[in-house]
Every structure is written in C-alpha cells, then in structure tokens.
C-alpha cells in the first residue's frame, strides 16, 4: 500500500513558471512532511518541511502548502530556474525526529525549459 | 549542519564478490541510519533500518544475509552486498538521523555488478 501518493510523474514548466506538485497521504498519524530535491546520481537533500500545525511555510522560493483535513500537501516553486531541473520526492513519517521511517512518495520530475 | 559522507560513489564488481558501502555521520551523532535502494526513474525504497549496536531490521522482501547491516558506532553503519549478482546492481543511499537535524542523506552509491 503506498502509503504517500505523488503526483504528476513529471512535469514541464517556461523559465519563470509556478511548477506545483501535489502529494496526499493515508496516515493520520505522520506529523512531519518534507520535500526532497535529487539531482541524477546524487542524494536526496532536503528542501523544506512543514509540521501539521501549519497550513503553508516558506523557504525562499519553495512553498509548501498543506491541508490537514484533506490529507494533502504539495510544493510550489517560485520563479522556477533552469537549475531546478531535477526530481522532487515528498515524504511523510511519524514525529520527524528520525526514530521513525520516511515514507517517500513516487517522484516527479521537473524539467525547466530556459 | 549535518553532514552524511557515504562511500563510494561509485564501484563495479565482478559477479558472486562482495562490497562494502560505508555511511558516516561527519559531525553528528547518529541515533539510526536507513539503507534505502533506488531503481532508476523510481522512488526510495527503504531496505533496513539499523541503530548503533543492535541488529538491523529488515524490510519485508530484502535477504539479511545477502545485505549486511553493521552499526557499529553512532557515527558508522555499513552495507556489504555479499555475493553479488548483476540484479543487485543499483543505487544505495544511506541516510542518518538525530533528533536536531531530521534526516541526512548520503550521496549514494552506484553499484555495477558485472
């Protein structure tokens, strides 16, 4: 059972574009949802996170939007970069503080076109 | 912040040979590491969990005594794929968590087995 639902599997934005990816989840009980950015042969590296206690935080241009009742979460990209070009991952886990496993989500992969 | 330093990067070995991936926390003590293996085009998959001086547990499907997990300290854990064969060859990411900075990923590593 995939526990994290991502979606779309990938996707193609103009320089500048608003690329949105959205992710839902089954478990009520996560509490701690990051992104993850990876780049071919390299490791997933962490984008921003967000708490259930929020509905939206901000990094820079990376914005996550999150609606507990809907059991949703996705990531908006501001002014997207040809340098944003990779993969992003969502995950979800219980508590966040790394007792617990990160359940990831299936990739999407963005490709800004310059 | 923390880092993960994960060895090699990459490494090629001839069929029925053993390998050894190291992951190291540089400047953190690690309360548990994960071993994940990447499909190309696909998302995380976590094999093991392992905490410093107990046994790894092991994911439903992933042979113990083909990947040994050995957590020897709060800063080392390995990944030795014994006998090789050309279906174990992928990418293995390792990542460390502490309860300050989440989950650290390391670079990966690319395994070829010929």
């Known amino acids: 059972q995939q526990q994290v639902k991502q979606s779309p599997q990938s996707l193609i934005v103009q320089k500048g574009g608003i690329p949105i990816i959205n992710c839902a989840y089954e478990?009520?009980?996560?509490?701690?949802f990051p992104w993850y950015q990876q780049f071919p042969g390299k490791g997933p590296a962490l984008l921003i996170a967000i708490r259930p206690d929020v509905s939206e935080k901000k990094e820079g241009r990376f914005t996550i939007s999150f609606n507990k009742s809907a059991k949703q979460f996705s990531l908006h990209i501001m002014d997207s970069q040809p340098g944003d070009s990779a993969t992003y991952f969502c995950a979800a886990s219980l508590s966040g503080t790394g007792a617990n496993n990160l359940f990831f989500g299936t990739g999407t992969r963005l490709t800004v076109i310059p | 912040g923390a880092v993960v330093s994960q060895h090699p990067s990459r490494v090629i070995c001839k069929s029925g040979t053993s390998v050894k991936i190291e992951c190291r926390s540089l400047?953190?003590?690690?309360?548990?590491m994960f071993w994940y293996r990447q499909f190309p085009k696909q998302s995380l998959m976590l094999m093991a969990t392992?905490?410093?001086?107990?046994?790894?547990?092991?994911e439903q499907g992933v042979e113990k005594d083909k990947f040994l997990i050995n957590h020897a300290s709060l800063t080392l854990s390995t990944l030795t794929v014994t006998s090789a064969h050309p279906e174990d060859s992928s990418f293995y990411i390792c990542?460390?968590?502490?309860?300050?900075?989440?989950?650290?990923f390391g670079s990966g590593t690319r395994l070829t087995v010929v």
């Open positions: 392992s905490n410093e001086g107990s046994k790894a547990t092991y």
């Open positions: 478990n009520t009980a996560f509490d701690y």
């Open positions: 400047d953190f003590q690690a309360t548990t």
């Open positions: 990542s460390a968590t502490t309860l300050n900075y989440g989950y650290t």
